[in-house]
Structures are given as C-alpha cells and as structure tokens.
C-alpha cells in the first residue's frame, strides 16, 4: 500500500494555514492566505520550510495563523519571502548605483537567491545557514552566482576574504530591510537583522602587495610603449596610450583606478591651490563622497600634458574610451595595458596586485602625517581603515622605531 503524504490545516477562512508533504518523507512545504496577491483580490502563498520536523511545522503553522488573525495584511507579518526582499531591493537601492558597484550587486543578489531560493524566509536565516554558505563557497561547490559546479575537477577554492564579502552583503541587505518601512502597512520589512552577531571569516595573513618606488619608475619608462589602436577601417591607427598619466596619477593621488578612469574636464581645477585640484565625485566614488583634493606638480604636468595630447572640454572624459570616446575608459582596459607593461619592463607580476598597489604606496610614504589630513587626501571616510589596512610596516620606518629610541628615566 502507498504511502500518504503529510497534511496538516489551522485556522478558519482568511487565516487558514496548512503545512504538508509533496512527496511522502519528503520536505514540508507551507501554504497560506495573503490577501494582497493577484492585484488586491488574495490567494495562496505557498513556500518549503526546509526541513521533515512536523511536530515543528504544526507549531509554526499554529503560529502563522495566529498572526494572520491579529494581521489582516495577510503574510506581511508572517512570512518575508527572499523574492520580495530582493524585489523591493532593486526597485529602491539599484537605480542609485552605477557601473562596477551595480555590476556587483547584481551579481550578489543572484548568488543569495540561487543559494537560498525565492522562497526562503528571511527571518528564519540562522547560524546553520550561514556556515552552510561559507563552506560551499570556500570549497568551491558552488560558483560566483550560486550554481553548482558539478565536476570535482572544475571546483575552485576562494579565499576568507571574497567569502566575507558577499556575507557582508547579505548583512548589509538585511539591515536595509529593518530600516524600510513598507507606506501601505506602516510596518518594518524586518523586525530584526537575523545575521546580526554572526561572525564574517578572516584572513589571518591576508595578501595586500605593495609596489616599490623602483617598480613604478621601471613602469613609468615602459608605459608609452603599451599602444592601443583608435580609429575604424582606414582610419585605424596605434597610438601610445594613457598608461603613463594614470600611472602618474595613481601614484600622486593615491586614488582608486575606478575614480581616475571616471574623470572628467570638468573635474579638473587647475587654478584651485598651489598646482591645481580635482575633484573626485559622488557617483564614482566607492564611498559615495564627493571630494576636492589639492595635487601635485607631477600630477599637474601629466594632466597638462595630455590634454595637450587629446584635448577635451566640460564633461567631456579625460580618459575616453578608444571604441568610444564619449565614454569614459574601462577598468579592465586600463589593467590589461599595466600587465602589458610589466612585462615590457620584465617584472613579475605581484599575486593579487595591480592598481591597488599604487594606493598602498602612498599611503605608507605618508607614515607620520596628520593622519585625518591624510585620510581625506586619499579618499578615506575613516581613518581607521586606513590607520589598520593600507599602513603597513615598511623596513625603513621599523628600522627607526628600533635605533632611534629613548631611554625611559624614573623620577
């Protein structure tokens, strides 16, 4: 004889909730009543519990019905679907986001939904969750966008630190839900943050490379040799690129390559300060912040210089891209032409290390500085970032702290 599936209803019309099984032995599933589905006239919501527990799914069931008579907003008080967390989270964060940050955040909420499921109840996420996550992805059973990678050949470990980031993400999307306030019910998305207290993973020895003053001029005098070709047809010609202002730039500045390529004319206030100043703004700044920083005399020149070079105007892109010059250059452009140049110069390429290396210089050359002066040079909101990640020992310094000591006196 076959076995019946699990079936267990409570409450009465409008509060009716009914946990069952869709294969006998199988996951519990949960349905109930939502009034404010297909267009205001209600149906029934249904969603798996993740689990086989039926003493535990009576109870909850007990429970949603208990809400939903106390609630006649329907499942608003009860249930919180990934699906429409994710919903109202691109309809209200995205369209303020540009470019890589957008790119990026796409991309999350793609993982957490794969991972997961539309389905998931937000407010039932736990510990169990969370380590599940982390060992999946650190091991690399499931890629970049939450999909299994099958073959055990293909599988590709990820280090603490890309683990922690999309973690942080989750966190920081669950925060958004406790501080959005739903205007037809008046009530919080979330009553709590449910990954709130559980620890993000750590590198203990984390990889932060840093270029070397000697390796950036053996860039520098390789760097108008990197071409790139402009032009269609006929037209097309090589011509040297922009590699030797950005590295300029990247080095006098201590800005991150997302921002440099982003620059515009506009930006650019030669008679602001003793050799000019640019503005960094908002929308590429991965801060958010707007900010006017004084530069240099190299940075001045190299500024200058090219647009003398290829002159431009108002918001015009200081950095055009070569398929398009009413747009602004790439990342992955600008990073492909600094791997050309080390090799052109023969140096090995540094793990983990291509633009941000240029940040990390300048910030420890600036060891001693009055560090909010610093921080607001550099683009930095906290100086304890800055004070924690990008100032690292250097040999020099170390080297002080050792001989240049004083001798303590008792009184």
Same mark, same amino acid.
């Given at each position: 004889?076959?076995?019946?599936?699990?079936?267990?209803?409570?409450?009465?019309?409008?509060?009716?909730?009914?946990?069952?099984?869709?294969?006998?032995?199988?996951?519990?599933?949960?349905?109930?009543?939502?009034?404010?589905?297909?267009?205001?006239?209600?149906?029934?919501?249904?969603?798996?519990?993740?689990?086989?527990?039926?003493?535990?799914?009576?109870?909850?069931? @007990? #429970?949603?019905?208990? %809400?939903?008579?106390?609630?006649?907003?329907?499942?608003?008080?009860? *249930? $919180?679907?990934?699906? !429409?967390?994710?919903?109202?989270?691109?309809?209200?964060?995205?369209?303020?986001?540009?470019?890589?940050h957008r790119k990026e955040t796409e991309r999350q909420l793609k993982l957490w939904k794969e991972v997961l499921g539309g389905s998931f109840d937000v407010q039932g996420f736990s510990r169990r969750d969370w380590d599940h996550f982390l060992r999946l992805r650190s091991q690399g059973v499931i890629d970049a966008y939450g999909r299994e990678v099958s073959d055990p050949d293909k599988r590709r470990a990820v280090s603490k630190r890309v683990c922690?980031?999309?973690?942080?993400?989750?966190?920081?999307?669950?925060?958004?839900?406790?501080?959005?306030?739903?205007?037809?019910?008046?009530?919080?998305?979330?009553?709590?943050?449910?990954?709130?207290?559980?620890?993000?993973? @750590? #590198?203990?020895?984390? %990889?932060?490379?840093?270029?070397?003053?000697?390796?950036?001029?053996? *860039? $520098?005098?390789?760097? !108008?040799?990197?071409?790139?070709?402009?032009?269609?047809?006929?037209?097309?010609?090589?011509?040297?690129?922009?590699?030797?202002?950005?590295?300029?730039?990247?080095?006098?500045?201590?800005r991150r390559i997302g921002a440099i390529v982003q620059l515009r004319w506009s930006d650019w206030l030669p008679d602001r300060g003793a050799c000019g100043a640019i503005r960094w703004r908002a929308d590429s700044d991965k801060l958010g912040k707007e900010w006017i920083t004084p530069v240099s005399a190299e940075v001045r020149g190299a500024i200058e210089g090219w647009r003398r070079e290829s002159p431009g105007v108002g918001e015009a892109p200081m950095f055009p891209s070569p398929k398009d010059p009413g747009e602004c250059l790439s990342v992955d452009l600008a990073s492909k032409w600094l791997r050309e140049a080390e090799k052109l110069a023969g140096l090995e390429h540094l793990r983990q290390g291509l633009w941000h290396t240029f940040r990390r210089k300048w910030a420890i050359e600036r060891k001693g500085l009055e560090l909010r002066d610093v921080a607001f040079a550099g683009g930095w909101k906290d100086p304890t970032t800055l004070l924690k990640i990008y100032q690292q020992p250097d040999p020099e310094t170390l080297e002080k702290v050792v001989m240049h000591s004083r001798k303590l006196r008792q009184a």
């Open positions: 004889m076959a076995r019946r599936c699990f079936s267990y209803s409570v409450g009465v019309r409008g509060s009716r909730v009914r946990v069952y099984e869709r294969t006998p032995g199988g996951v519990l599933h949960i349905s109930a009543w939502d009034p404010t589905l297909r267009s205001g006239r209600g149906g029934y919501r249904r969603q798996s519990l993740r689990h086989r527990d039926k003493a535990r799914a009576k109870a909850y069931a @007990r #429970e949603v019905s208990a %809400r939903l008579q106390a609630n006649e907003e329907g499942l608003d008080a009860g *249930l $919180l679907l990934l699906d !429409d967390v994710v919903r109202l989270f691109r309809l209200e964060r995205l369209p303020a986001m540009h470019g890589k922690a980031k999309d973690l942080a993400f989750l966190r920081s999307v669950c925060k958004w839900a406790t501080e959005w306030r739903d205007p037809r019910t008046k009530r919080f998305l979330l009553d709590f943050n449910p990954t709130r207290g559980l620890p993000l993973p @750590r #590198e203990e020895n984390p %990889r932060r490379p840093v270029v070397g003053h000697d390796r950036y001029m053996r *860039l $520098l005098e390789k760097a !108008d040799q990197v071409k790139v070709k402009t032009g269609h047809g006929k037209q097309a010609k090589r011509v040297r690129s922009p590699l030797r202002e950005l590295l300029i730039i990247a080095e006098g500045t201590g």
